[in-house]
């Protein structure tokens, strides 16, 4: 095959990849509830109660964002916890981050996807939206697993990547895994800005 002809298959790929849109949301109604949902990064681990990213991000948007973070919490654990939180909280949208434990303990990467995907299936079942949050591989890498983008698209909800950018830099981390509150803040504004992407919220967040 000619080296021009495979030069412009791969710009190609990379230009589809890069203009993938994000999947749309209903939007919100003015009095919708939040359910950040999952583990000791929702939780807020090396900040406080009110600079965690559930509390940054109810700042930044004109709704509550409820803190069900639960540290140390695998996806096997959450079913449970996650239908008491709905019944408890009817939200209008769930921000589900949750896998980060699975992986470092090396639980199996089509365990996490099964487990994600029975709670995002209980999700919409009431009528919530649900907005997806990667957890990366903790390693030098901080690679992202390939099912989180799988259950993106098999589900069509918004995906943010954004964690690895953040963990790679020594001025957003408390420890080797969990934010400080800059860190927390960041992510904040950057899942503020895929709900607004996903039109799940107007575009009014800075």
Known sequence: MPKIKILFLITLFLFSACSKETPQLTP???TAV?????DSLTFG?????????????EKLISHPVINAGNPGEETSQSMPRLISELEKNHPQLVI???????????????????NL??????????????????????????AIPDFYQELSDEFNIPLDTSLPSLEEQSKYKS??????Q?????LAKNIAQLLEKSNAIPATTK
């Open 117 to 142: 995907s029975e709670m995002i299936k209980k999700i919409k079942s009431t009528g919530a939206r649900v907005v997806l949050v990667a957890a990366p591989r903790f390693s030098l890498s901080f």
């Open 96 to 114: 589900l981050f949750l896998g980060g434990n699975d992986l470092i303990r090396k639980r199996p990467d089509q365990t996490i996807k099964n």
């Open 45 to 57: 681990t090396g900040a406080t109660p009110v600079t965690n990213y559930p509390a940054a991000l």
């Open 28 to 30: 919100l109604s003015s």
């Open 175 to 180: 420890d080797m895994i969990h934010l400080n």
């Open 182 to 186: 800059a860190g927390y803040a960041e």
């Open 34 to 38: 939040i359910l950040a949902f999952g």
